[in-house]
């Protein structure tokens, strides 16, 4: 493909500039037409009634964030074909979730996701490294799973999943995504900053802690898919609570004041612990698990990915870090969002008030980072030029 200088190739596009601002438009319009759509009585958008919200935040918004984070530069024909299907399907679930084309759409941009992004994983030598393909593939395949779930085939399968049994899976696997990833992203970052201040950190990736949660979070994931095997899953995510948190503070957290990015990133970390730990005394308990996956899919994804997002956009257009507000103003928001939702406990109809609050804080904090993005993606055309 070529540009408008016929002796000049087009560079190719990254992935992040368009991914990332569509998530956060997503993510800035689902989750208060979700609560719209039960307190108004109108049911509408049916798509995101009952579990279609959290179809939509993990297959939708989640995997959106995947694609712009581990895509890189891409050829323009094949960025377009991923997101015309991934906004094709968006608009089919939202509108027609029970569709034909809901059903088949959803699946369709999470293989052709894995098509593309797996690969890019397995040149590495480590089998450590190399585990971020499988991860998303897995992540990518519970779409599809979800579809056998609750598609047009359910019936005709036996001992089919549920729908909420395969959510919980979907999120324990975004959880594990998220403590790997944000581990290896974390890490050097804090490593470099603590070695210009003549720091040493010998705990960096920590492999033997990382080992571990590679082991336990598959695992838990793998056991919420069989009958009464909710305790052993449970007892694991609390094992991997208190190694993420051991992990965290290894990392000397606290000679970082003057990096406000880097403390946001492992606030975000910390809120995996703190969800993988509730999630996992519920699961032990035999209670209700529904408020503390928003510790996971509010806490953790809200304030690692406004963070991942605000970074790579600054460092692409300005060559620098994002200013101190915004991203204390993002963990600031996304705390609050988090916290009112679990507040709202396992009835949070009943509680329209929380509800609201934690709807707006995330709806209004992924708004403004979309019009950051723009902002910043105009930036770095006009350094191009």
């Not at 094709?88 to 084309?101: F, I, V």
């Not at 050097?188 to 336990?216: D, F, S, Y």
């Not at 990133?265 to 995996?272: D, M, R, S």
């Not at 257009?317 to 915004?326: F, L, M």
Request: with cysteine.
């Amino acid at each position: 493909m070529t540009s408008d200088n016929p002796g000049k190739p087009r560079k190719n596009l990254h992935a992040f500039w368009l991914f990332f601002p569509a998530a956060s438009v997503l993510a800035a319009l689902a989750v208060p037409l979700s609560v719209y759509a039960v307190l108004s009585g109108s049911g509408w958008p049916p798509g995101l009634l009952g579990s279609g919200h959290g179809h939509e935040l993990i297959f939708g918004f989640a995997l959106a964030l995947i694609a712009g984070y581990t895509l890189g530069p891409q050829p323009r024909r094949v960025l377009t074909s991923l997101f015309v299907l991934w906004l094709l399907a968006r608009l089919s679930w939202l509108l027609a979730p029970e569709s034909l084309a809901a059903q088949i759409l959803s699946p369709a941009y999470a293989l052709l996701l894995a098509r593309h992004a797996v690969p890019r994983f397995q040149a590495a030598k480590k089998w450590r490294n190399r585990l971020a393909g499988p991860l998303i593939l897995v992540l990518c395949l519970l779409s599809v799973v979800f579809w056998l779930a609750r598609g047009p085939l359910a019936g005709s399968i036996p001992a089919a999943p549920d729908a909420r049994r395969v959510m919980t899976a979907a999120i324990i696997g975004l959880l594990l995504l998220m403590t790997f990833i944000g581990g290896r992203l974390i890490a050097p970052a804090v490593a470099g900053t603590l070695e210009k201040r003549g720091i040493g950190l010998e705990a960096r990736v920590q492999p033997r802690i990382e080992g571990a949660l590679l082991i336990m979070l598959p695992l838990a994931l793998a056991l919420t898919f069989v009958p009464f095997a909710a305790p052993a899953a449970g007892l694991l995510l609390m094992l991997s609570a208190v190694l993420i948190g051991v992990r965290a503070i290894r990392w000397k957290l606290w000679h970082c004041r003057n990096r406000p990015d880097l403390l946001v990133l492992a606030l975000g970390y910390l809120w995996l612990a703190a969800g993988a730990g509730a999630i996992g005394f519920n699961l032990l308990q035999g209670s209700n698990p529904i408020p503390s996956l928003h510790l996971v899919t509010v806490g953790a994804l809200g304030t690692l990915s406004t963070s991942v997002m605000l970074r790579l956009a600054w460092q692409r257009a300005r060559r620098t870090t994002p200013p101190a507000w915004q991203v204390l103003g993002t963990a600031i928001a996304m705390a609050v969002a988090a916290l009112a939702r679990y507040g709202a406990g396992i009835t949070p109809f009943a509680e329209p008030g929380l509800l609201w609050l934690s709807a707006l804080s995330w709806s209004g904090t992924y708004a403004l980072v979309a019009l950051q993005l723009a902002g910043l993606f105009r930036q770095s055309l006009n350094r191009r030029k």
